[in-house]
């Protein structure tokens, strides 16, 4: 059984920093890709940024150079940091993982976590 856990959501200003954070359990840390989705009311998720199992990161152009996604394998753990945010940022994340190695932009992820709130007021 694979489980994901997300922490570190809430309310920030606009420019503020949050760090959401990914715990992984029953599931190959070290050889498969983890990555962080996020949604809208009303629309699909989108890729926001993954990690894969050589460590090379990937973004979606909305989030380079404000996102940095990382993970910690002593603690099976990966991590968004927010940095610089937007009111548009505000939505659900979910953190998720695919077997083997992946992009961003194709990722399509075998698993999911419950999603965490992030809201950035103007």
């Known amino acids: 059984q694979v489980e994901l856990m997300e922490s570190g959501g809430g309310s920030v200003q606009a420019g503020g920093s949050l760090r959401l954070s990914c715990s992984a359990s029953g599931y190959s840390f070290i050889r498969d890709s983890m990555g962080w989705f996020r949604q809208y009311p009303g629309k699909e998720r989108e890729g926001v940024a993954c990690?894969?199992?050589?460590?090379?990161?990937t973004y979606a152009d909305s989030v380079k150079g404000r996102f940095t996604i990382s993970k910690d394998p002593t603690k099976t753990t990966v991590y968004l940091e927010m940095n610089n945010l937007k009111p548009e940022d505000t939505a659900i994340y979910y953190c998720?993982?695919?077997?083997?190695?992946?992009?961003?932009?194709?990722?399509?992820?075998?698993?999911w976590g419950q999603g965490v709130q992030v809201t950035v007021a103007s």
């Open positions: 990690i894969d199992k050589d460590g090379s990161a």
């Open positions: 998720a993982a695919e077997w083997g190695k992946t992009t961003i932009a194709i990722m399509e992820p075998d698993y």
